[in-house]
């Protein structure tokens, strides 16, 4: 992993491009403060959201979530100009589940619309419908999850759906992804400034 462990750090990992660091920086993180919000992932949360079993609290709301990670394993592959942010938390109103199963309908969501691929229509109803049932039914607290570790099982991408706004004092930046390389921010600076 690239990162020490939470209880260590009090920190998760959540990644921007570089287009929208200034304004998280100076105004910190709220769940819809990108204009990708509205027009990529507002309806795909929608779906996810109306999945959710009983077992899950009703602040617990994907749509309105900031989405963050644990940690990343040594071999992945971040989007270039981005920025990789350490920030802190209230770990008790925060959700963690396994990304997996949402990533695997997104495109399929997407596309259904088109008449080329409108056969995904069908997937979603059926092996998508499954999958994001196993998202709830695999997901927990934040709080349990350092309990109980599933964000260290094989096959579980656990993302932090992070219930709540960070203000700029609780950010920092920790990485800079540029095509060619992914550098400390003392190394960028030393490089480029």
Known sequence: MIFPEY????VVYHIVSLNDLKQVLTEGIRYDDKATYETKYYEFHKIIDAHKTKKIPDWVIRRKAIFASLNYPESHQFHSHTAILA???????????NENCANEIYEPFV????DEFCGCKKYLATEGKAL????????LSF?????YRYDLQEGYDAEVLIQHAIPPEDIEIRYIISDHRMMDVKSWKQRFC
């Open 111 to 114: 596309l259904q619309e088109m």
């Open 7 to 10: 209880k260590k750090t009090g």
């Open 87 to 97: 920030v802190r938390i209230d770990p008790k109103r925060c959700w963690v589940a």
């Open 132 to 139: 994001l049932t196993k998202y709830w039914e695999t997901s």
């Open 143 to 147: 709080m349990d999850n350092q309990i």
